[in-house]
Every structure is written in structure tokens, then in C-alpha cells.
């Protein structure tokens, strides 16, 4: 895809080229009616000169030693017929020295010498056309290699401070996160169109920077709101699956409202965790060790791999660092086994590799690749009867975002792998 500033160098550089090549005849008609001005002009100095200098001492039986020493100049009989006398005329005559025909401008007039009548023949060669065409021709590449490439200096200096605040302004919207609430501030133009687009962002960012403030707000004060009513609700099933006297049908349905009420919980921590990351109760990190924080959590998961018939193996950089908040990476890590055995198969297998600044979690699921566009999109769920609640991933992407870590997702070899560049 070309930049605004190629394409505007391509159309003026076609401009130039048409309106150049189209007014090449006009030029050429215009120096071929110079050039045979000129020429006139010089024949007729030429007459001028003749009859003034040359005439008065002519004799008759000078004509034919004049006519043997100039080309250009001779004096005939007065026998030529012509109808022209004292207008140029242009004719082809046969040139001897070149062996071909020449074009020339001539002029015909009557003069007397020693009171004979004769006629004064002044010719002049002019270039053939082919020849003006072909070095007018050279003339106009030249101009037209100059002109394109003074348009191409020109606009690759001057579009350095002419677009300068427009790639500011760019370089700040491609940084801006609104989850910081950290509005841009651009560069002023002197440039109109340019100084109304900042004012445009500006206006749109704002309102969308207040628009997800109050979003997020809802968001937080409904998950505060509902953790109460959830915590008294999932006591009374605890109560209710204690009692001694519940039937096993009561048992069963019992059990669906508390697998149910667990999901909520879930569901309400995760949304209060996304509305809390880039708080400053997050901001605080510390450099450890990856690998100790990966392998703390383990014989919990294995536990829960085991019942799915799952297992895990490692191959793990213990001396890998970095600098990142521990709770969010707990959870991170936390989050990336949760997806790995809920997304498996049984029997299927987990391969968790660190290397000193990648992470990798590769697990069997389903035999196709996921949904790269919505993978990690919140509520997104590559199967719709999981039990989680698509917000795993989400999470995952937007603590990595937060420490400038880069996730990405592949399928190769029936392995669902999730790789954590930091």
C-alpha cells in the first residue's frame, strides 16, 4: 500500500509528463518559425550587403568567377522564371557535398549590372525536421528527467516539515490506550487541514476516554454490588447440600445452581479484575523468577490434569528474569493452565517451555486452529458449551499489553501453542 505523499508525487509526475509531451509540437512549430526567421533575416542582410558593397564594382565577366567562389550567393541570367522575386521562398535543391537533397530558404531578385539585367539567387540551408524533432526530442527528455526528479528532491525535503505534525499526530493515536485514560496531546500545525483533524481526534478521544470511564465504572460497581448477594447465594446451596434430609433429585439440581453460582463468581472476579489492570493498585514491579512463579502453582493444575487424563511436561529456563507486576503475572500464568487443561482432550498432553524471553504453553484440543481473529476478543469462545466464561484469554492479552509483552497464537502439529514474547 503507497503513502498519500507517493501518490501525490505519481499524479503530479503524470501531470508534468502529459502537459510536457503535449505541448511539444506547439514548441516545435514555434522554434522552426524562429529558426526560419532568423534565417530570412540573414538573407536578406546578406542582400543588403551585396547591393551595397559588392554590386557597384561587379562586372560582367566577374559573374562566373564570383559564381566559383560562393556557394550560397550567385548571380543569374535573367532568364529565371520565377514568380517570387523579393519573397523567400523554401524548395529542396540536391546538394553536392552531402550527396542528397537539403532543404533552403532562397530569395530571388532583379538586378542590373553594368546595365544588364540579372538575377541575385541568396540561399540558406536550414535543418531538416527530422533532425529538429529528434534534438527537440532529446531536448524535452532532459527537461522532463530534471523537472521529475527536482519534484522528488523538492518533495522529500519539504514533506519532512510540511507532514511533520501529521506523523506526530499519527506516531501518538498508534500509542494511545484508552484503558490508561491518558489523552494525547498533539502538535500544533500551522497547516489547516491538519490542525482541524487534531482538534477532531482530540474531541472524538475524549469522548470516547468518558464514554469507557463510564463503562468501566458501571462495570466495577455492579461486580462490588453483585459480590455480596453471590457470596449469601452460594452459602445457602453449601447450607442446603449438607442437610441430611435432601433427595437426590433436590441433590442434583442443587449441585447445577452451585456449579452455576461458581461460574458467576468467576465471571464477576475476571470483570473486576479487567476493570482494575491498569489502575495504579497495579503499577508496582519487581524483578523474579519466572520460572519459580511458574512452578509454584503446579501440583495444583497436575492435580486437575490428572483427573482429565492430561499430562504435563516441562522444559523450563530456571535463571529466566523479569520485571513485571507478580500478581498480575500469577494470574497470567494461572490463566494460560486453566486454558490449557479446559481446552483439552483426554489423554491429550500439555508442553510448557521457557527459554530466556519466551513462554510457551502447547496443548491437543480440538484437530483445527482457533479463531485467530477473535482468540482473544472478550466473551469469545472458540467452543460454545465450555464452562468458561471467554474472558481467560482476554485477560491474558491485556496483562501482556501491559508489560509491552507480545502474544501470539499457533496451531502446527495438533498443538494449540500460545507463545509470551517478553
Do not use: C
Not at 538586378?111 to 539585367?117: L, M, R
Not at 505534525?165 to 499519527?170: A, E, H, I, V, W
Request: glycine fraction near 2%.
Amino acid at each position: 500500500m503507497k503513502g498519500l505523499l507517493h501518490k501525490t508525487l505519481l499524479f503530479y509526475s503524470i501531470f508534468t509528463t502529459i502537459i510536457l509531451l503535449s505541448s511539444y509540437p506547439f514548441v516545435y512549430w514555434a522554434m522552426d518559425n524562429l529558426y526560419k526567421e532568423d534565417v530570412d533575416e540573414a538573407i536578406f542582410q546578406r542582400k543588403d550587403e551585396f547591393i551595397a558593397y559588392n554590386l557597384p564594382s561587379l562586372k560582367i565577366e566577374d559573374i562566373q568567377q564570383w559564381n566559383r567562389f560562393n556557394r550560397d550567393i550567385k548571380i543569374l541570367p535573367d532568364t529565371v522564371a520565377s514568380k517570387d522575386f523579393n519573397h523567400i521562398i523554401e524548395q529542396k535543391n540536391y546538394d553536392a557535398l552531402v550527396s542528397e537533397w537539403e532543404p533552403y530558404r532562397i530569395l530571388y531578385t532583379k538586378i542590373k549590372i553594368q546595365n544588364q539585367a540579372a538575377v541575385l539567387m541568396i540561399q540558406l540551408n536550414l535543418v531538416e525536421s527530422e533532425d529538429l524533432i529528434a534534438t527537440l526530442g532529446r531536448f524535452y527528455l532532459g527537461i522532463l528527467f530534471v523537472l521529475l526528479a527536482v519534484i522528488l528532491l523538492f518533495a522529500k525535503f519539504t514533506s519532512k516539515y510540511l507532514w511533520k505534525s501529521f506523523y506526530d499526530t499519527l506516531q501518538k493515536i498508534e500509542q494511545f490506550n484508552i484503558e490508561k485514560h491518558d489523552a494525547p496531546t498533539f502538535q500544533q500545525s500551522n497547516i489547516k487541514e491538519f490542525e482541524q483533524l487534531n482538534k477532531s481526534l482530540k474531541k472524538l478521544i475524549t469522548a470516547n476516554i468518558q464514554s469507557y470511564q463510564s463503562q468501566k465504572e458501571f462495570i466495577e460497581n455492579a461486580a462490588h454490588e453483585l459480590q455480596t448477594p453471590l457470596a449469601v447465594f452460594q452459602g445457602k446451596i453449601d447450607t442446603l447440600l449438607q442437610l441430611s434430609d435432601v433427595t437426590q433429585k433436590q441433590f442434583v439440581i442443587l449441585s447445577s445452581m452451585n456449579d452455576t453460582v461458581s461460574k458467576l463468581n468467576r465471571l464477576n472476579k475476571n470483570l473486576l479484575l479487567l476493570s482494575k489492570i491498569n489502575t495504579p493498585q497495579y503499577n508496582e514491579t519487581i524483578h523474579f523468577n519466572l520460572a519459580e512463579l511458574i512452578k509454584k502453582p503446579l501440583d495444583f493444575f497436575t492435580e486437575q490434569a490428572i483427573a482429565k487424563n492430561i499430562k504435563i511436561t516441562l522444559e523450563i529456563d530456571d535463571t529466566v528474569m523479569v520485571k513485571a507486576n507478580l500478581v498480575l503475572t500469577e494470574i497470567l500464568v494461572s490463566n494460560l493452565f486453566l486454558n490449557a487443561i479446559r481446552h483439552n482432550v483426554n489423554k491429550g498432553n500439555i508442553h510448557i517451555s521457557l527459554s530466556n524471553h519466551t513462554l510457551v504453553f502447547a496443548n491437543a484440543g480440538i484437530p483445527e486452529p482457533l479463531n485467530n481473529d477473535k482468540l482473544f476478543t472478550r466473551f469469545s469462545k472458540a467452543n460454545p458449551s465450555s464452562q468458561g466464561n471467554g474472558l481467560g484469554l482476554a485477560i491474558i492479552k491485556t496483562i501482556a499489553e501491559l508489560n509491552q509483552w507480545n502474544v501470539t497464537y499457533t496451531f502446527q502439529n495438533n498443538l494449540h501453542t500460545f507463545s509470551i514474547v517478553f
